[in-house]
């Protein structure tokens, strides 16, 4: 069974720019969450995904937004990039219910220059 | 606000021996918690969980410990050996509620298992 596949693994974008990210889910999954890794923040919620509709809503602003499509996958958007955005950004998938183990993707990392 | 904590940044064990993770976290509707491993420049790799109501998973190696009443957890790894070393993420998440997609990560806590 394949994994959470994310893409593209390495990019670097200019301050100003803007990127989009792409995530599979593994099949059969619904829910799909972006998270955001930085040395200094740690792990950071940003967004859930189920059934095409975001269900859930971390603390960032509006530059970063996402979206899911009706087979689950998903894509997350991040408008006039700053330095701090460069980090590396996870997706992750799940059945979507209570209880359900959330597995990880390998990440893509952004760097911002 | 840090609702889930792993106070301890490093931890350093002998292959063969007992190797402590530990967690806390503030947050009391957090009902379901997991633990995942992770090198540098890859996704979190699950290891195990636990529903808040069990005070105890085990699965081979790893076995998890809850104590609701102090907001604490804890992951054994036994016997550890030197593949375990990496950094261990706790994270927590509102499984009785509609936040069970939202997982809030401990700062993490970097393992070194010496042969």
């Known amino acids: 069974k394949a994994g959470v596949t994310q893409t593209p693994r390495y990019l670097i974008k200019t301050r100003g720019q803007q990127v989009t990210l792409s995530c599979s889910p593994i099949?059969?999954?619904?829910?799909v969450s972006w998270y955001q890794q930085t040395p200094g923040q740690g792990l950071q919620f940003l967004f859930e995904?189920?059934?095409?509709?975001?269900?859930n809503k971390g603390n960032f602003p509006g530059r970063f937004s996402g979206r899911q499509f009706s087979n689950s996958r998903s894509e997350m958007n991040v408008s006039t990039l700053e330095l701090g955005d460069s980090a590396l950004y996870l997706c992750?998938?799940?059945?979507?219910?209570?209880?359900?183990?959330?597995?990880f993707g390998e990440g893509s990392w952004l760097t911002v220059v | 606000d840090q609702q889930v904590k792993q106070n301890s940044p490093s931890l350093s064990v002998q292959e063969g021996r007992i190797s402590i993770l530990n967690c806390d976290y503030t947050?009391?509707?957090?009902?379901?918690f997991l633990w995942y491993k992770k090198y540098p420049a890859e996704g979190p790799t699950f290891l195990i969980s636990?529903?808040?109501?069990?005070d105890k998973n085990e699965d081979g190696r790893f076995t998890v410990f809850l104590n609701k009443s102090a907001k604490h957890l804890s992951l054994h790894i036994v016997p550890s050996q030197p593949g375990d070393s990496a950094v261990y993420f706790c994270?927590?998440?509102?499984?009785?509620?509609?936040?069970?997609?939202?997982?809030?990560f401990g700062q993490g806590t970097i393992l070194t298992v010496h042969p």
């Open positions: 994270a927590a998440s509102n499984a009785g509620g509609t936040s069970y997609g939202k997982l809030t």
């Open positions: 995904y189920f059934s095409e509709t975001q269900r």
């Open positions: 636990i529903s808040s109501i069990k």
């Open positions: 099949s059969g999954h619904r829910s």
């Open positions: 947050n009391s509707m957090f009902d379901y």
């Open positions: 992750a998938s799940s059945p979507g219910y209570s209880g359900n183990t959330i597995y």
